[in-house]
């Protein structure tokens, strides 16, 4: 299984700043996926982080409000821009293991903004 | 309304008792679905899955079942301990390379003494 790590585990953020989160895999990954967790919901995916391309981006989320860098095969960031208290949620990076179905997670960042 | 396998948020048990955690699935295309379960400050962590052609797996104190026809997941604790108290999560998944895991509502399982 793939160890995850991220950073920082937890903040709290003033309106209209950005925080970017950092995601680091122990080994290299083709993949990275972002998702969100408000307070008390389920998971819902952000985008999909090819390592040398573009973010795939789901429905409902944006670059200019989620810019995503890959820079390379074990590490990633998410930034969250011009934050509003909406944005207060568990951010979680995560990668696909071996088999079809293994999906590994990072232990989230805890995200609130006043 | 169809009452078989509710959707619950919370479900609270006694130790030792069993526990079923229900869920409802979106996509009949889906290849894989998959049972997490997600402590306090921790992100979620695979319990057991299943593959769309099956109907059921059991793994060690859990037992998944798939019924494809009213697209309904269930997961069945057997003995349930107060290290189960967490989020439960279902996900599905397609075989398609680079898809990830869409996620259905979690349920709260509260274990008592």
């Known amino acids: 299984s793939a160890v995850i790590s991220q950073k920082p585990s937890r903040d709290i953020c003033q309106r209209g700043t950005s925080l970017t989160i950092q995601c680091q895999v122990d080994s290299q990954v083709t993949m990275m996926f972002w998702y969100r967790q408000q307070p008390g919901q389920s998971l819902t995916l952000i985008a999909t982080a090819n390592q040398g391309s573009e973010a795939t981006y789901e429905s409902g989320f944006v670059i200019d409000k989620f810019p995503i860098s890959r820079p390379n095969l074990t590490f990633s960031t998410l930034t969250v821009s011009n934050m509003s208290p909406e944005d207060s949620s568990i951010y979680l990076c995560?990668?696909?293991?071996?088999?079809?179905?293994?999906?590994?997670f990072g232990p989230g960042t805890r995200l609130t903004v006043l | 309304g169809e009452s078989v396998g509710l959707h619950l948020p919370t479900l609270s048990v006694q130790e030792g008792d069993n526990s079923i955690i229900n869920c409802a699935y979106s996509?009949?295309?889906?290849?894989?679905f998959i049972w997490y379960k997600q402590e306090s400050g921790k992100g979620p962590q695979f319990i057991i899955d299943i593959r769309s052609n099956m109907d059921k797996r059991q793994g060690q104190r859990v037992t998944v079942l798939l019924n494809k026809t009213v697209k309904h997941l269930s997961l069945q604790i057997a003995a349930t301990q107060p290290g189960d108290s967490a989020v439960y999560f279902c996900a599905e998944k397609t075989n398609q390379a680079g898809t990830a895991l869409i996620f259905g509502k979690g349920t709260t399982l509260s274990v008592s003494s």
């Open positions: 996509n009949s295309a889906s290849d894989y």
């Open positions: 995560s990668v696909p293991g071996l088999g079809d179905n293994e999906q590994f």
